[in-house]
């Protein structure tokens, strides 16, 4: 037997949110990931099989019996004109495949797209994709945002392959400190959303006033076949998700609210009544919820492009777009919010003058054991509760990344959870939004970079596993791999204790991240540990995470090494769940 060189790609996508850059920090991006799904099985070569063709690459200098292979993919969102909201997903065949579907059908109208139910599994009992609203009646857009494109992350997997079983293989680490052979590689991709907010007016707006519910809305506009994909997938995961709140009310159960969301036209009291039922419910959510949909073909003879234009500075939206209206929880996610150490943030608050014309410094920062205290218990609780809530409704996120997870509050002052002094736990809500790529965890084989994505973990299933157990593992594991990139980026960032404002720091970004623990010091946390204790300004962070027999070192390692686990207990009945995680020490007083 002999070995030839081999290379796989597998492809895990995630969704990045980032904020908007007019409003939070200027230098993020917001940027969804457009994945490849091709396998590699060339020799000696990089060649890239995406679907405009294959381009050749140059040979590899040594280890000349290997070539490499994407073991996972994915994408984030882009920065736009004024926007820093990232979004980091997972691409795939199967969505190129519904894409392709959907272009098909640019000639029938957009609705017919968006509100097919395709099983019982993706029940809409809140009428996330039957609810019309009309621009100028019922709702008014304010501003633009910014727009989202898409960024492809590919993680690479060099490996020995027999001839005569292709399934043997031995995988090979390459040098970490050569670029010619990475682990990681991003490709940018263009813009296909755009974001906007609006405020209710009329009699919805006046409704909600009287409940005393947030009249402000965010808006995305998705167009072109892939952003119509997004869009539907957000649509039918939302949809499911919201069809839970309200499980409780006879009329949402019997239909009621399908129908005059149908009907909006003729029942438009009954249904202002319900969309601030639904808003209610939305707040206590520990996810970003949809309202409805806006009638674009209101606007097709009537208004003015130039109008538009003047009123907003940006185009108009095009005839196949859809704009899908969200309720409003702030534009901070922890993209933004984590993207400077707390002594940084506190020099770039705008400064006072007192009553003499002096300037007065801002206050000093609370101290670290509060700081602390929120971030783990505040803060990274409430992800694992947001990514819990999604798993126990049977969803797979696919695209967790710092700007996915946004940080509100029930105030009207939604930046009041991001703020650097910002300590209350109670005042914080952590909201899972951009679920363009997500999809039913029990349909996770009937994905091809899933299945070779498992693969690469030793694991292999087919498409017809629908109830497997393992597999239904897996996908909650990547989930799950993802949220430790955000936990530990945030804990580095926001935690540092810098002496001075201007004290450089390592990177923590997430391609950083990913060379340290996996090429670096492979994913062996003590390793790992003495490299942050090495460092000054995490020294506090270290003893924090020793707390409790290493307690949060715990977490951070379940989270990292969750795909190992599920692959080495595929035999068991040993699971690692996000709801299981909530009762480690770390999140307890």
Known sequence: MTNHPSRQRGIQKRYRASM??????PGHAFVPFQHDVCCYRHRRSVTSLYSSGNN????????????GDIVSSGSSYKE???????????NDKQLDKNSNKSSNNDSSSISSLLFQRTSSKTKDLTGVQTRLFSLGQDFMVTDYVGNMGFDEVVDWQYYYENEDDPTDRQVVQPNPFDESKPKRTRT????????????????????????????????????????????????????????????????AVGGDWIQAAASRSVLARKDDSNVGDLL????????????????????????????????????????????????????????SYASSPPQVRRAQVPPKKNFFGGIVDPPPLPSFDERANYIVKGVMKGAIEAL??????????????????????????????????ATRTAALQVKLSD????????????????????????????????????????????????LGFVFLGLLLVTLADLPTANTPMPATDEDTLQKLLSEIFANDFSAFREYVEAEDIWTKLVALLDEKDGAGWTVLETLFTAREKTAENKNSLNIITARGLLSNPFFKD
Not at 20 to 25: K, M, N, Q, V
Not at 80 to 90: M, P, S, W
Not at 326 to 331: I, M, N, S, V
């Open 188 to 251: 940018s991709s263009g813009s296909v959303v755009r974001v906007f907010r609006g405020e209710w007016i009329g009699r919805l707006g006046g409704t909600l006033r009287s409940k005393g519910l947030d009249r402000r809305i965010l808006i995305k506009e998705y167009t072109g076949k892939l952003a119509l994909e997004l869009a539907r997938r957000e649509q039918l995961a939302i949809a499911k998700l919201q069809s839970k709140l309200v499980e409780d009310d006879d009329n």
């Open 56 to 67: 050749g690459g140059e040979e590899w200098s040594d280890f000349d019996d290997y070539v």
């Open 388 to 421: 819990a809530t999604i798993h126990d409704a049977g969803l797979a996120h696919r695209s967790i990344g710092r700007n996915s997870l946004v940080m509100t509050t029930p105030s009207q002052d939604k930046r009041e959870a991001s703020s650097v002094y």
């Open 280 to 335: 209610k419910r939305l707040s206590r959510a520990p996810y970003l919820g949809i309202l409805g949909e806006v009638n674009l073909a209101e606007l097709e003879e009537d208004m003015d492009p130039n109008d538009f234009y003047r009123a907003l500075g940006v185009p108009p939206p095009k005839a196949e777009a859809v704009w899908i209206v969200y309720e409003y929880a702030g534009l901070t996610t922890l993209a």
């Open 435 to 482: 679920f363009g790529f997500s999809g039913l965890l029990d349909e996770s084989c009937q994905d091809e970079d899933f299945l070779m994505r498992a693969r690469a973990f030793g694991l292999s299933f087919r498409k017809s596993d629908t109830a497997s157990l393992v597999a239904t593992n897996f996908a909650m594991s990547e989930d799950l791999h993802a």
């Open 20 to 25: 908007f850059l007019s409003l939070i920090a």
């Open 80 to 90: 736009g004109d004024n926007l820093i909201y990232e979004a980091e997903t997972d």
